[in-house]
């Protein structure tokens, strides 16, 4: 029993040589343009990211706007259809590069939660 626990100990002490790295957690940067108010929190795991957003933006009217920067860098995009809570509208969101995008959308109040692959 002293060997078993001197061995985990050992595996415990450095688990980078397994390949687990020492977990992320960020805010994000908004983009006040966009991002009228709300709160963003990210954790990185292991090459995944999961994030939770709630915010209230401002319409947009093109594709592709940037609501939060600075985020973990994504291997994979992943899109979500997110309905507005004031209006019941519902608009694209997205994660690419480094950030969360949006598309065309009203204004008001979206919250979400993403699991993306990050590099």
Request: charged content about 15%; hydrophobic content about 40%.
């Amino acid at each position: 029993m002293a060997q078993l626990n001197s061995d985990l100990a050992k595996v415990n002490s450095n688990l980078n040589t397994l390949g687990v790295v020492a977990p992320e957690s960020g805010t994000g940067t908004h983009n006040t343009y966009y991002v009228r108010s709300g709160s963003t929190f990210f954790r990185k795991i292991n090459g995944v990211c999961f994030l939770y957003f709630d915010i209230t933006i401002n319409s947009t009217n093109t594709e592709g706007e940037i609501l939060i920067s600075s985020l973990p860098w994504c291997a994979l995009a992943v899109y979500e259809r997110i309905a507005n809570v004031d209006t019941d509208s519902v608009a694209t969101f997205y994660t690419w590069g480094d950030a969360l995008k949006c598309g065309v959308s009203e204004a008001g109040r979206y919250f979400g939660y993403f699991a993306y692959p990050t590099l």
